[in-house]
């Protein structure tokens, strides 16, 4: 998140991290910058937790400000670790922060120490940092072509400096990132879904293209390609549950491509039911979208807690053995004595479906079919969003009838390929032009995975 | 919110707390009884901050437990006012959790402040505490009656002592209060609503009757009823809105009340349109009853913003300005270019509806009719939901043509009378039999207003 | 700690207190009142630390304010027991703080309970409250010395209403209560010791006076004296001990009165050695008297450690056994080969002493000899000095010689009563006009003990 | 303060920052290394506040630890800036601690930066420690000799890696370190002051020399000595004020220089006189070594306030000038009609001192004397001690009739410097073979001021 030219530049980009708030709840953290130098502010938490006093924006002046909220996909959270990160480097002030994962970041980060290099922090952002701070480069731009050469990964980056605010994607664009402008004053705005111009009354421009540097000054905005193009791939798991329903990722609103599975999941795997139940809140627009195509009545049969925190009191084995629903509940009225059809949007470890299928059965329910909005997840992702390590998905080791009877549904059918990408309106996996990246079903990693694979050179 | 006779049954009660943490969201306490006495927990903010440590939970042992959530209808809320009230007499200690309002709690006040009672608090709870304590009755029960038959109000009541529990309801029933039993160790549960009992996988046994007294003791479950009977009057604003959708109140189960009028409301006022968009979350189910009997689709059209919290900044007028939308946004690929019906609960202020209504005109909405599930309202609740003075309930003052232009829809309706009871089973208004409490709409208050016109005897 | 008639009674309030902090350093309170009403402020800790920003000394508005430091004889120093009280009568607000211990406190304690009222705290200090509250007189004087003659004990007590400033001592008055008044602006202050004036250079007026009630309001200072005269009998500890050195109470100066003890004490108990140490802070006076006398060198030995606060981690028992000295140190320069003559205030459980003579020795010294600059502690104080029970004092349960073997030294001696009352100005105990109070030394209490001795009618 | 070799090194590090509490009392934190690696803790505030919780020191396992005080110079006192700092290099992880200050670190911090340095906060101690990550040379000690050739200074030094622990002094030895042992477990501990090894019970083996590296791991203590030898300038300010009284440094008790300093200033400045009242705490043994040598009688007649904090509130104007005393206050009966000498060991801006006149006059002194007992302060310290710049050093501007006129004295004196170093065993400051720096009076500095001249290259 980055606003560029605007009063109050903090308070809207922490406007714009509260509309992303799903996107991380771990942290939350702004750098603005004035005549006075960079402020920065931040701290563990929800951004209405971390931002919640007039006098923290009061002291974050400036009409530019980035923005960044933690999702952590490993370790503990430190405040050492809470992005943006910032720097004082010879040709003045930089704080970066971005979103995503580098694929060889443990491997720069050795050769950097080597060098000399002091990491404060485990995050991949800092890599980013060093490679600018060491660059034989004269300009921050020229510094940051030449860090993002070295890096591999899936990752949106907003950096600021007293000059200008930079956004930049991967050259795939796995993860998104969006340009958009202030009506009245004009003032840009960077962010990763659009939600966050929403919330604050600013006009969609365009997505920042895979691979492209966007470069936001007075004078306007100017674009660097500096990679030679190839062929992009979005994160799909973006649009199956990621996203915000109401925000538009490279040209799909994410509300309707969720429906549009739900149409096609309907198609591929009807079911004789009475009642078609979503898991809120991520499962409801496929859900709707199977009720319109089966013509069987939807229903809100799940009610989801909405009060539910990450600090709430890990009950003991002995209150846990009641069967205890903090998260969801089941709407008994709905769901007695009717054969229900439970639509959701994906499967990892199982224990959760496990849990919800309980649930609607003591509810009353004579028979449960799940269905499910992508397909199999059978692979980690190492672009950005947290899944557990390989043996501990359902998918990768358990064949269908096997994870029904793990879930315990009488039936159990996921979204094909064809299906998913018709959804998104092409014909089919094989048939698309431009393509995405769906290595959390496929195992198909379209960027190297250098870390992993212990390679010193990539 | 009770739990007799289960092991930690503190934190049961903490469950049961936070599936109702939609009736308070203020503050949060427990008091607990074990051999070594009382113990008692109380903080600021929802029950998961409150009760976030295993070692708050340890620090209240015992079988038995009662809790409270906060919602304050009017002043500060300050620790010494958060419930259960706890105090020792000379018969014990005694510990006392309410929901509702007494309509003479000021009255009873004075009087007891004459003669030489001290309060610490500003709660009506108090007032029982002081009437326990003054009573020349000489067991706890005799004096409970002894105290309830002086206050007059619309509550639901739970205390708890050393040697039981006790559950009351007011005369004509207004606030709701169930009993329920866990089917392993036969711990007795009492709870405003059925919610609590799902979360904890509780059976639900009945409803506490209008005007009666449950004592719970190792013995099992007692019924005292010291009150001549008078015909019940729940709240039926309970249904349209203050509820949660998965409880059963009064044998009606919630959701399918607000569907049914939903159903009503199409019947009533139904409009050629494109879209039935509810306002989240509230006016879900009525929106989808509206939906089923016009036979026009259902889409979420307005997302709700799960992480909008009380702490979040108070944005400068610069920025409210641009039109900030921090608990709602519209979901512009359902609503662009077409005509929308928007459901919602009701028009209090008519503020809330103005914004959500611009936002979706905003969006792309060529027309925008608002339908209302609930009468309008036009008279503030005296019995326990917080409503601001007549004079500013939109309803009390504008007609219904001038409402819809304050609002800026096209066509406005709320629900007739009729259809609001033929949704919940009865013929109609004037037809039924066991009355309900509507007097936020209708001025007809079933409860002396003793406070309010300042008599001093009631 | 009273102010009445000076612009921010409040911060000269916490001015006083803070000069006051070595009475109690539990916990701290202010209430002050303007015509906004009664506000108040309490928290765990120093002064300083309750009182630390000037946003809270601007939440308490007023020309009149009284405050308190907590010095607990028993029990947790909870907020609600942090003084000064405050209620809401029928006669308007009064707020309560009192220095001492009632010995009747229980007794009506359970008179008060069964007669309904209802205790907030454990403290003293709100059964005065309730007798207040229930007296049948009609005006706050006339309540407030009903209440006085119903209560046993040794305190001085300050109160404020809206209209006036009240202090009263008990009627041996035990416990000191002066009062003075501030040059330019003729407020008047009501304190403990004079050292709360000295610091916001108030004149000393006088004593208050052995069961006098002073009424301070505008029109000046009037004095009540509901009490049939008795022979009044101050604690002599104050002088030994409890007060600041820079104090003068009952027209005595602590500093002299504890340098003449230290004259009895040579003369009583010379020693032939090389260097007089005390330990530091409370011992210096006497020592000092003691080196004139006895023409020994006075020396710094023993360096006490500033820094030492309540909160300091435990040591384990493994470091504990190196000998840690958090509070005391040795200095090695002025004890090495040297006979050291150890004079301090007063032995209680003994451990302490044996600790500071270990370590003395273990820095050298060929001989060490305490001298004490009381009699030997063999009772525990009811009148508001916290004290062990009498089967852990040593000097109840051990001779002299035992004494000194327990403690380690080469020899040991108190001041006798007719040295220690020399020191005061007096021909010695028996030859008294006006007595004190040494119950502690001698086990002769003034003042019934009738919880002690579980009497139910006093 | 380090420690090797103990169990529960942790907690024996926090009680000898404990005993050096009054070498800076911003922030504390401590390092330590067990096999699980390297745990830190840090917070500002005083070490028993940092170190309140057991837990906190159960964090911090391993039998080996650094710590350190914050004494700020200048700037604000954030958490990035507490030390130890820790940092992980490609040989392994090393902490750092140091007391003093670089002359050259704003220079070489330049440099550094330059070359792609990044640091994180605003301390000396990140200057060693970048210059030990870039060194060339292999092993952390060839690296760190290497790091201490490039910075000058006045600092001792403390580090601790995995397999040792580091203490170092600078060449000139300005600022003091010593090396101490646990008699049981033969652990070694390293400190500024020999009242850190008191306070656990262990022995004084040596003062680190000069220029000297200690090298402590399980094998022994090796000394290295990378510098070749010069005549060391310990700060003669160490043994007037800075240090506590009851440590020896180099070989000079401090308690018996301060004495001595008090008797050579009665003999080069005697007065006819009543009473020798120091200025607590730091005056007192000057005072005692006046008193001695003058015969006059020494007496306590000003009292310190023990429980003075960092955070109490700033009195208002108007408050202020009623001759607030927060610190100090004044014992009437000693001062009263007496002709008074105030002893103080050094007058700064001369603002306290004229506070502490006027108040000593107004509690009835007839004639006030003060006698200093270090020469007058005309220079600021760039080696550690906090002076303010020379335009607001009362001496710098001021002769001596002038500044007792500022200070309202009937006569001044100051030490001289034969007496000064008479006092510590020389024949005057021209005859001395060892020097000591004292140039905050001479203006002598015996190490090159880089940063304050401006010098890139030093």
């Not at 485990?122 to 510094?143: C, G, K, W």
């Not at 795939?172 to 004053?185: A, E, W």
């Not at 994410?254 to 309907?266: F, P």
Request: some cysteine.
């Amino acid at each position: 998140m980055g606003i560029w030219g605007a009063d109050e530049a903090a308070a809207l980009a922490a406007l714009g991290l509260h509309a992303l708030q799903h996107r991380g709840q771990e942290a939350a953290g702004i750098v603005s910058h004035s005549v006075e130098g960079f402020r920065q502010h931040k701290g563990l938490g929800l951004v209405g937790d971390v931002f919640n006093d007039p006098r923290v924006i009061a002291s974050l002046p400036g009409r530019s400000a980035i923005g960044h909220n933690r999702y952590a996909t490993t370790g503990a959270t430190l405040l050492r670790n809470v992005q943006p990160l910032f720097a004082e480097f010879e040709f003045g002030g930089l704080a970066v922060a971005h979103n995503g994962n580098l694929t060889n970041a443990e491997t720069l980060r050795k050769v950097l120490v080597r060098r000399g290099c002091i990491f404060q922090s485990t995050t991949d952002s800092e890599v980013f940092v060093h490679l600018i701070a060491i660059s034989l480069y004269e300009t921050v731009m020229d510094r940051l072509i030449d860090a993002v050469k070295q890096v591999k990964g899936a990752y949106s980056l907003v950096a600021l400096t007293s000059d200008m605010m930079i956004g930049l994607r991967d050259p795939l664009g796995v993860r998104p990132l969006i340009l958009g402008r202030l009506p009245h004053s004009g003032a840009w705005v960077l962010a990763s879904e659009t939600c966050a111009l929403d919330i604050m009354g600013a006009e969609f421009v365009r997505d920042v293209e895979p691979g492209e540097i966007v470069v936001i000054d007075d004078a306007g905005v100017r674009s660097i390609k500096p990679f030679s193009p190839v062929s992009p791939r979005f994160c799909v798991f973006e649009y199956i549950y990621f996203a915000r329903p109401d925000s538009v990722l490279e040209g799909h609103p994410v509300y309707t491509a969720r429906q549009k599975i739900g149409v096609e999941l309907a198609r591929e795997s009807a079911v004789d039911a009475d009642v078609i139940v979503p898991v809120p809140d991520s499962g409801v627009p496929a859900a709707m979208g199977f009720a319109m195509e089966s013509g069987i009545p939807f229903e809100m049969g799940i009610i989801r807690n909405h009060y539910v925190g990450r600090t709430f009191i890990e009950p003991t084995d002995h209150i846990r053995h009641l069967g205890v629903r903090m998260k969801h509940s089941a709407n008994r009225v709905v769901l007695e004595g009717k054969r229900v059809v439970l639509v959701d949007d994906s499967i990892v470890r199982g224990t959760t479906s496990r849990k919800i299928v309980d649930m609607v059965r003591a509810a009353g329910a004579t028979e449960v079919h799940m269905r499910i909005s992508s397909p199999p997840t059978r692979h980690p992702c190492f672009y950005g969003i947290d899944t557990p390590e390989e043996s501990k998905l359902l998918a990768a080791t358990h064949d269908l009838a096997s994870m029904a009877e793990v879930i315990g549904v009488d039936s159990l059918a996921f979204i094909s390929f064809d299906g998913l990408y018709r959804a998104l309106g092409h014909e089919g996996r094989d048939a698309m032009a431009a393509g995405y990246c769906d290595a959390c079903f496929t195992g198909d990693y379209p960027i190297e995975l250098v870390d992993k694979e212990g390679r010193l050179v990539a």
